[in-house]
């Protein structure tokens, strides 16, 4: 009867993760108030220290363990910052706290049967026989009746006539315990993406991302995010938008074919963008007067984002470690309705804040 562990594999490391361990983890043990020391600021594992709760030495240890999990990042000087996954998973971490505190939650995922016994009585009453098995991995009748104890000591189900069921505070739990778990679950799947993505990002629907597909560049394929987003590109797309920031003219000279070839939409580019190239004498490049059917605007900030909306039905979102030529890039492909609606609302966010070329003074 044992429900299946939610596992994932972090890109960044290959470290193999179980979800709930993890929240075990973190919960139970002051690695999540060195990442609570980081929200709204960046700090030193010195500085941590000084908060006082934990040592400079275990500050730097779960800073280490989560830099290389993706929620914090190195800011120089010794000083680390929040991610959009640390922050992400730090807010999720907070919404969970408010309906179960820190010793339940880690009480209750500190054994690899407690969450999916409590998910078997959320389908109906049970009988404790039914929830024991002999197959490997079924937990045994002593640890459920552990577990069918401490779920009554909660009140988080009650048993009648031998049955045991779940009450609307275990249903609760198990509701606010799902939502994080799956929340990390894709922070932790995408985490290259979200090391990437600014932490002022924190509202995508992460969810939504379950589908998403993730590719990353890298010092042996530094060019196949590029290379699959300019696949997505099709003359007979009805609407192609674009927002970037990044300076590739092998890129450049492929879309400008296509955009001569009829391709219909416009593109956003930003202050780095714009400027180089201008300094490279590229800046040709701008000119949409000879694309019948495209719009290209300048956008007077400077991103490491990008955005490709392909007929509103499907989207690619890149997020980068800096400014450059597109070799730092993680990208993420959805065609989820929830994820491309708010990648259109970011990209209408920039373009009303966006002119034509023509309309500046450089």
């Given at each position: 009867m044992t429900r299946h562990e939610r596992a994932v594999t972090n890109p960044l490391t290959d470290e193999r993760i179980i979800v709930r361990e993890l929240i075990?983890?973190?919960?139970?043990?002051?690695?999540?108030?060195?990442?609570?020391?980081?929200?709204?600021?960046?700090?030193?594992?010195?500085?941590?220290?000084?908060?006082?709760?934990?040592?400079?030495?275990?500050?730097?240890?779960?800073?280490?363990?989560?830099?290389?999990?993706?929620?914090?990042?190195?800011?120089?000087?010794?000083?680390?910052?929040?991610?959009?996954?640390?922050?992400?998973?730090?807010?999720?971490f907070e919404?969970?706290?408010?309906?179960?505190?820190?010793?339940?939650?880690?009480?209750?995922?500190?054994?690899?049967?407690?969450?999916?016994?409590?998910?078997?009585?959320?389908?109906?009453?049970?009988?404790?026989?039914e929830l024991a098995g002999t197959n490997t991995g079924a937990p045994s009748r002593a640890t459920v009746q552990r577990a069918l104890r401490m779920y009554e000591t909660e009140e988080w189900s009650e048993e009648i006539d031998g049955n045991h069921q779940l009450m609307p505070d275990g249903e609760r739990i198990l509701d606010a315990y799902e939502e994080l778990a799956i929340t990390i679950e894709q922070v932790m799947e995408k985490?290259?993406?979200?090391?990437?993505?600014?932490?002022?990002?924190?509202?995508?629907?992460?969810r939504a991302l379950a589908d998403a597909k993730l590719y990353v560049s890298s010092p042996h394929s530094p060019g196949i995010v590029l290379a699959t987003a300019l696949k997505l590109c099709d003359p007979r797309l009805d609407h192609?938008?674009?927002?970037?920031?990044?300076?590739?003219p092998t890129l450049f000279t492929a879309y400008d074919k296509l955009l001569k070839l009829g391709l219909k939409g416009e593109a956003i580019v930003d202050a780095s963008l714009y400027d180089r190239l201008h300094e490279e004498d590229m800046e040709y490049f701008l000119d949409d007067s000879n694309y019948g059917n495209f719009r290209i605007i300048y956008l007077e900030e400077t991103l490491t984002l990008g955005i490709g909306i392909y007929d509103a039905e499907q989207i690619a979102i890149g997020a980068y470690n800096e400014m450059g030529e597109g070799e730092h890039i993680a990208m993420l492909l959805s065609s989820n309705e929830a994820v491309v609606q708010w990648g259109e609302d970011l990209y209408n966010r920039y373009r009303e804040r966006a002119r034509h070329p023509s309309e500046t003074t450089q």
């Open positions: 075990s983890d973190l919960a139970g043990s002051t690695c999540l108030d060195v990442l609570r020391s980081l929200d709204e600021q960046s700090m030193t594992a010195s500085a941590i220290e000084d908060q006082g709760e934990v040592t400079r030495q275990t500050a730097s240890k779960h800073l280490a363990q989560l830099t290389e999990r993706g929620l914090t990042n190195s800011t120089g000087n010794g000083e680390y910052a929040l991610t959009a996954g640390g922050k992400i998973v730090l807010d999720a919404i969970c706290l408010a309906e179960i505190d820190r010793k339940r939650l880690t009480k209750l995922t500190r054994s690899k049967h407690s969450i999916p016994l409590l998910q078997r009585l959320s389908d109906g009453p049970v009988r404790p026989s985490a290259p993406w979200f090391q990437r993505l600014s932490p002022t990002r924190t509202d995508i629907p992460v192609f938008r674009v927002l970037t920031s990044i300076f590739n």
